[in-house]
Each structure stands twice: as C-alpha cells, then as structure tokens.
C-alpha cells in the first residue's frame, strides 16, 4: 500500500492535498482495499459548504456503502465527475484520477490537525491490531 | 464430513416469456353466447377494455405450474435447512400460525368493515398489544408500523413531537457504532442529526461517552440492545440516567429482543420507546416470506403521541379511538400488517410464558455452543459470553489470502445458507452467526463440523474456496460486474 508523503491523512481515512488554499480530496489506498470493489459514488454539489469531519459523499462498494468525510472545512469547488462512469478509478488510482473532490479552504488552521503519511501509517496499524 | 450438497434437478429454466406458443392458453372459456353476450348484456365499454399486451406470455396451466416450481426448488429457505443469518433471526415459522391466519374471520376480514362485525379483530389487535406490552415491560403499544425501520420512523416522529409539544428545539440524536444501518437513517428522515457514539473494546457503549456528547440538545439515544455484535449492553441503566438527567429520551432498537424474552424488561433497563419485529422474534415469515410488521412500545410519557386509531375497550366492545389531538397521525394504511399480528398472536399464544423465556435461553445458549466450538479455528474480535448471536472474522485466514466472501460461499457447498457478512461495520470482514433456538444440537454440529473443514481448506486447499460455491446452480458470481451495470429488464433477441 502507498502514502505518498506530500499527503495529509484523516483517521476516517480521507487524504488531502492542499495547494494555495485548494484542497483535494480523495479516500487512501488503505480504505479502498477495505472496501473492496467500488460500484457507486454520490458526489455533493458544486458550492456545498462542508464542515471539518462532517460526511460529504457516499462510496458503495460491494460489500457495504460508507459514507466520506471532509478532513477541512470549505466550499466544494469542483467534483470528479468521471467516478459516475468509472468508479473503479478509485480501486486503481486513489491518490490520482480517483480524487473525489476539491474545496477552498475556509480555516487553513484545521491542516495541523491533519496526520502526515508516517503518523497515519502508524495508526492503521494501531487500528488493525 | 464433505461438501456433498447438491442444489437443483433443472440446471437452466427458460424465462416464462421464452415459453409457451402464441395462441396457448391456460384456461378455456366457453364459447361466446349469442344470448348471453348481447341481448341482456350489453358489450363493456371501450375504456374498460385493455390493449393487447406485446409479448404476453401464452402457456398453459401445467407450463406455469412447472415453471414456478421449478424455480421454488432453486430456492433456499429455513423450511429447507439452517439459516443463520445473523442479525435476522431466521428462526422457523410454526405452520400452526399460517392455518390460524388462514381462518376466514381474520384472512376475509375488509377494513372497511363496520366496528361491530369486525370485534374478534380488534380483541386480537387489542390482546397482542398488552401481551407486548408485558413482554417489553412497556406501558402502550401501536401495531400500526409495518417494519422494522418503519418502526424507528415512526418512534422517532413520536420524540420529535414531544419536542415540539414542548417547545424544545432538540437536533441530536446518539447512535452508537454498533447499531443497524436503519437506525441513523430514520433519525435523519425526522429532521436530526446523527451523532456516532464509539463502543469501547469490549464491544459495548461506555457511559463515560455517552456523558461527554450528552447535552440539552440530544433528544434521544438510539441504540440496540443486544447490540449487533450480539452483546448485552452492560451499562445500559446507567447510560439511561445520564441521557434522562439531561431531558433525554432512550430509544431501543428491539430487532434483538428474541435474546431476551421472558427475561429482561425492556421498561427496566430505563428504555422510553422501543420497536420489536414481529417477523424476527415472534415467528412471523419474512425476507421473501411476507410483510413485516414492527410494532412500537413506549411509556406513557409518549402515549399522546401514538399513531391513530387507537383500539380502546369500553363495556366489552372494542373501538378505534381518532380523538388524539397530538397523534402524530397514521403511519400505515388501517392498521398495520395484521395477518402478520395474527400469526405473531398465534406464536405467543402456543408459546406461553415459559416457552418464550425457554426460546430466548435456547437461541443464546446454540449461538455460545457454536462459539466456543468455533474459536480455535476463527478469530473472534470480542471474546466474551454472546447472546443470541456472535462475530468473528477471516483474521485467522488472511495468511493464506482466503477471507470472509470464500469462507461464506464455500458453506454453500455443505448445504448451509451463509451467514451475514460485512456486518456489523464497526468489525473488519465480520461473519455474524445467528442460529436461532430453532436449531438441534444435531444440525449445529454438522455446521460447527463444515466451518472447521472449510477452515481446514482454506490452509490446505485455498483454491477450492475462492471458486466456490461449486456445488450450486449458480456459482460465484460478478457481484462487481452486476453493481456497475445491472440488467434490470429482460428484452427478447
């Protein structure tokens, strides 16, 4: 399983990365294996407030449904459309073309709350253990 | 023991639109009368003539007959064999309540029927109430929602306008992370927010946590009890005092009450509202079987806000009671599913006191028995004394890439239905057992002895498992395939 190191990570298990004051969002490889096979994903709107920890999306795999939750508060400023079509993007590419959504970020404060990719690597495997 | 089952006499069966040839017909009528078709009857009027319908099926009556029955012997059910599908409760349904349901009185009785023809009904309407009000502990009930999570609606619009009735704007409801999927979803249909509450390491919820999120804003813990990893909910009385101290209200979801019956009380555990499934713990078919029907205990601090009507009694006659200003109304059409009712009064009846307490012991000791036989083989995330049910998962496995999807198609294979996978969330690749106090001591041996062989498969022969089931009509299916583009309709070439 990969972390990339630019990443911010979540314990619900959402990474982030922040450019200026964008952020885009997306769920770790680590999450895509548990969940298995993704067959469906519910994006918000466009311009959706979203609050730190609050569920913005709905991800469906086979085994269960599971709903994603913002790591920063902000405004949804654009969605990856493509996962209507292809929501296996997110099985084979979560860091890249399997990027859920971007938000301008309202309280850039919220990042050091954030886990860097060692910190979230030792608390997958506090979790599993 | 092997996997000896073999499902199915027809490997394929045609659609019913693929049968049949175009002008075969099931019945025959009798040739048109000249007398009688036009001189005192004159032709139906053209709207009340359908069209022709494309592609109807024709096929005559022995056709249909084998069609469907063909397809019945494709069919699973608990008349076929054990069928512990955890948090279900697929325990056996008595053909006794099915002949009683069947009587004419109750299967011919319309709900437009005059109150004075319709009293037998609404003395067993009546009667199934106060027995559930007994066995809950609880003061009233309504029988009126038709499942489960129609239950949680309609419990849940009954908090909220007490709420309203008092002026207090609560938003919040607290559901602990073991709780069913339903529960968070009828909270929000009612307009609150659902608050996650973490269970601690030993499955259950800690008051400590339900402390630090309690606050004047929480209009109810809604939680499970036993929870869904099938354990008792220990600090349950003082989890109550703390949301009561509060203004709160503690909701149980009773879709686990077949563990308690005859036992505990759901009114002294401190639980204000709770919903019961009748098609789980009274014996009523469900799944394909037939309707549901999940009935809602309160205490009287919630009784103005029953659904209407309600069935009173005055003078020995029985009558529906509309005048309940501060009802939250009618949440089914008449009132409720009520040949499920008779079947469920039909259970309780032949059951008795002692019988349901003796079901209740019997359910928890065979899902233990299975346990205890069961955890050198699995890993069990929780391991304490369960009650009706347990979890355990694929951990044990994982070395040999084999996980919980293998392991629940390859009992298949031994004949058993599988149990519920996946579930509960808050466990990682969960198998939940619930084997029901239908079970003998000898079919849960045969299944205890398939879950040991499968475990020994799995480190011996793991291929066999991730093809299986082998030994079924269908075997493993694309369920990817069938989620990302379903065909719904079938369509002649």
């Known amino acids: 399983m990969v972390f990339p190191e630019e990443l911010k990570y979540t314990d619900q298990h959402e990474w982030t990365r922040i450019e200026s004051d964008s952020a885009t969002i997306g769920i770790t490889d680590y999450a895509q294996q548990s969940l298995g096979d993704i067959v469906y994903v519910e994006l918000p709107e466009i311009g959706t407030e979203v609050k730190k920890g609050e569920e913005f999306g709905v991800i469906e795999s086979v085994k269960a449904a599971s709903d994603t939750y913002s790591p920063l508060t902000g405004e949804v400023t654009e969605i990856n459309e493509d996962l209507q079509e292809h929501p296996e993007y997110i099985n084979q590419s979560p860091y890249d073309k399997g990027w859920i959504i971007k938000l301008k970020i309202k309280d850039s404060s919220e990042i050091n709350d954030l886990m860097n990719s060692h910190q979230y690597q030792e608390y997958i495997k506090s979790e599993t253990e | ?493």
């Open chain 2, 1 to 493: 023991m092997n996997a000896n089952s073999r499902q199915v006499l027809w490997k394929k069966e045609p659609y019913i639109f693929e049968q049949g040839s175009s002008g075969r017909e099931g019945i025959s009528l009798p040739e048109e009368d000249e007398d009688f078709s036009t001189q005192n009857n004159p032709p139906l009027p053209s709207h009340l003539l359908r069209e022709p319908i494309n592609d109807f099926p024709e096929v005559s009556e022995v056709e249909v007959v084998r069609h469907f029955t063909r397809l019945s012997q494709w069919n699973y059910g608990v008349d076929t064999g054990l069928y512990p599908l955890g948090s279900c409760t697929m325990k056996y349904n008595p053909k006794l309540n099915e002949e009683v349901a069947k009587l004419s009185g109750f299967s011919f009785a319309h709900p437009h029927q005059p109150e004075p023809l319709s009293q037998g009904a609404l003395h067993l309407i009546y009667e199934l109430e106060s027995f559930l009000s007994e066995i809950t502990g609880m003061d009233r009930v309504t029988l009126q929602p038709a499942a489960g999570a129609h239950g949680e609606f309609a419990g849940m619009l009954m908090i909220k306008a007490y709420f309203a009735d008092k002026k207090d704007a609560r938003i919040k409801v607290l559901i602990p992370d073991t709780a069913h999927g339903t529960n968070p979803a009828s909270v929000s249909m009612c307009g609150f927010k659902a608050v996650p509450v973490k269970s601690n390491k030993d499955g259950i919820v800690d008051k400590d946590t339900v402390a630090s999120l309690m606050d004047e804003d929480v209009a109810a813990i809604m939680l499970t009890n036993p929870n869904t990893l099938g354990i008792f909910e220990l600090n349950i009385t003082d989890i109550a005092d703390i949301v009561h101290k509060k203004g709160g209200f503690v909701y149980c979801d009773g879709a686990n009450l077949n563990a308690l019956m005859g036992i505990v009380k759901l009114g002294d555990l401190g639980i204000d509202i709770a919903h019961i499934n009748l098609h789980k713990t009274f014996s009523t078919p469900h799944g394909g079987g037939g309707p549901g029907s999940g009935p809602v205990a309160i205490k009287n601090i919630l009784s103005d806000y029953l659904p209407v009507p309600i069935i009173e009694k005055r003078e020995k006659r029985y009558f529906f009671n509309y005048d309940q200003p501060k009802s939250i109304g009618k949440v089914k059409s008449f009132y409720g599913n009520f040949l499920v009712c008779v079947k469920a009064y039909a259970y309780i009846l032949t059951m008795g006191n002692s019988g349901l307490r003796e079901a209740s012991k019997t359910a928890v000791i065979n899902a233990n028995y299975i346990r205890t036989k069961l955890k050198n083989y699995y890993h069990i995330p929780h391991d304490v004394i369960c009650m009706h049910e347990y979890v355990f998962t694929d951990k044990n496995q994982h070395e040999y890439n084999v996980n919980t999807l293998d392991i629940a198609k390859r009992l298949i294979d031994y004949g058993f239905h599988p149990p519920t996978i996946y579930f509960p969330l808050v466990v990682k690749q969960a198998l939940m057992v619930e084997p029901t106090e239908t079970e003998s001591k000898e079919t849960l041996d045969n299944f205890i002895n398939a879950m040991i062989c499968i475990a020994d498969e799995a480190k011996n022969n793991p291929d066999l498992l991730k093809n299986a089931p082998l030994n079924a009509k269908i075997t493993r299916v694309d369920e990817v395939t069938a989620a990302r583009n379903p065909i719904l309709k079938w369509k002649r070439d």
